[in-house]
């Protein structure tokens, strides 16, 4: 690892900064696209589609 | 006379322009995406953190560079999408330009904040000072609080198709900020140094730093990709899902 000087802490601070955004911005994609397709699930599951999906559901 | 519709295969346009086709295309690229983008943050900050030198004025907090640079490049890039996708709702009406517009937003705003931290993070120790109201960071800050504006502007409208039209031309006025982000290290004295990676070719950077540098750049723009298409891919459905509880809702109404 490097070794950290008197001016470490910036560095420190820069990183996790970086971290903590990147990071919110993946779980919060995630659980944004998992809300979403459990959600599409659900309705599907109660029979509600679209038009165009009952077709191709209901052709031989 | 009868055309069948059914028995012709989509083209290319088609498959780029139907949300159907678009996830259905897109689908098999998502978790690819997902390995090569952490491969290349492994790689990137393995040569950013442990086999780069430290600088011979600045010491070890060159290192803040390979993830400011990387954050700023992208704070201009997403913007440049975002008017590229306007111009696709308001000239072509492309059915996945306000998808794409919207999907990028929150993402070129967390990137712009992110290089206004580590920018700042980085200012203290190599200039004396976290802020200086010079041209590159006051423009970036613009920029910070149009992505806001436009984040904001996509949660008021309730009707999306409404929203991308007027938000497009938002968009495009905003857009006049990206070149003064751009030349503003050339065109005003600053404290801010000019541009770490040129395409003309003109490098005044040892391979040893540029190459962590580009990895990381690139890691970052791939991480862009990715979440932007996951992002989009979720608006989608979202628009699917709003169709489907009016349906719903009028099926219980009716």
């Known amino acids: 690892m490097i070794p950290l000087d008197h001016d470490g802490i910036f560095i420190v601070a820069a990183y996790a900064a970086v971290t903590i955004g990147v ?17 599409l699930a659900t309705l599907d599951a109660q029979g509600v589609r679209r038009r165009s999906d009952q077709r191709t559901a209901s052709s031989p | 006379m009868t055309v069948d519709f059914a028995a012709k295969k989509p083209g290319w346009f088609s498959r780029l322009a139907n949300p159907g086709q678009f996830l259905a295309w897109t689908a098999p690229f998502v978790w690819p995406l997902v390995a090569l983008t952490a491969l290349l943050f492994a790689v990137g900050l393995y040569l950013a953190l442990i086999a780069s030198p430290p600088d011979y ?12 640079v990387p954050n700023a490049w992208l704070s201009e890039f997403i913007y440049a999408v975002m008017a590229v996708a306007s111009l696709g709702t308001l000239v072509w009406r492309h059915p996945l330009a ?27 120790p190599t200039w004396g000072t ?51 982000v751009k030349y503003s290290v050339d065109w005003w004295n600053t404290l801010h140094q000019p541009a770490s990676i040129s395409l003309m070719g003109d490098e005044h950077m040892p391979p040893s730093m540029l190459i962590p540098l580009l990895v990381m750049t690139f890691a970052f723009t791939l991480l862009f990709v990715t979440l932007h298409l996951v992002r989009m891919r979720t608006e989608i459905g979202r628009r699917r ?7 719903a809702a009028a099926r219980l109404a009716g």
């Open chain 2, 130 to 180: 976290y802020w200086q109201w010079d041209g590159r960071m006051t423009s970036t800050l613009i920029l910070f609080l149009i992505y806001l504006g436009i984040v904001a502007l996509w949660r008021a409208f309730d009707d999306p198709g409404r929203a991308g039209r007027v938000i497009a031309v938002f968009t495009l006025i905003g857009a006049l900020d990206i070149p003064v």
């Open chain 2, 57 to 68: 004025q600045m010491g070890q907090t060159v290192r803040i560079m390979y993830i400011h």
């Open chain 2, 241 to 247: 899902l709003t169709t489907l509880e009016r349906q």
């Open chain 2, 98 to 124: 306000d998808v794409a517009a919207k999907a990028a937003a929150p993402l070129g705003a967390t990137f712009t904040g992110l290089a206004l931290i580590s920018g700042s993070l980085w200012g203290r």
């Open chain 1, 23 to 39: 990071l919110g911005l993946i779980v919060y994609a995630a659980l944004d696209a998992r809300r979403v397709k459990s959600r």
